[in-house]
């Protein structure tokens, strides 16, 4: 699977909050090109573990529906921590079906699975530079 573009995010670290293995490494995959430090997250409230140690981290992928903390109240956590931090929901509902509970949680913006790569590229390019 190789995805040419011209994204080069080097020295930028996103979280990935994605509890699903299949999923993590999907997103893991398309973004190796772009060479952007991944770190994982398996649930809401070891995003939020994460994100306190490291402070460097740049932007955050959020899977809404995990175990332990979902990614709703993780966000509303992380926002009171670091409200600059842009936080991008993964969710399988469809524009309108989550979309203002997402917004109210406090996300920047959010991508529909199955992922639009290119989309997801450019939005996260949006909010790192």
């Known amino acids: 699977m190789s995805f040419s573009t011209d994204y080069n995010w080097e020295g930028k670290v996103l979280l990935v909050a994605e509890d ?8 893991e995959e398309i973004l190796m090109d772009t ?13 939020l573990d994460i994100l306190e140690a490291n402070p460097n981290i740049d932007l955050i992928l959020m899977d809404m529906q995990m175990p332990i903390m979902n990614g709703y109240d993780a966000t509303r956590n992380i926002k009171k921590i670091k409200n600059e931090i842009p936080i991008i929901a ?40």
Do not use: W
């Not at 060479?35 to 995003?47: P, S």
């Not at 949680?105 to 959010?110: I, L, N, R, T």
């Not at 989309?119 to 996260?124: H, P, T």
């Open 35 to 47: 060479k952007a430090k991944i770190i994982r997250a398996h649930d809401g409230q070891e995003a």
């Open 90 to 129: 993964q969710t399988a509902y469809h524009y309108g079906e989550a979309y203002e509970e997402i917004m109210a949680a406090g996300c920047d913006d959010f991508v529909s699975k199955p992922i639009d790569i290119g989309g997801l590229k450019d939005m996260i390019e949006r909010f790192l530079f």
């Open 20 to 27: 699903e293995d299949f999923n993590y490494i999907f997103l």
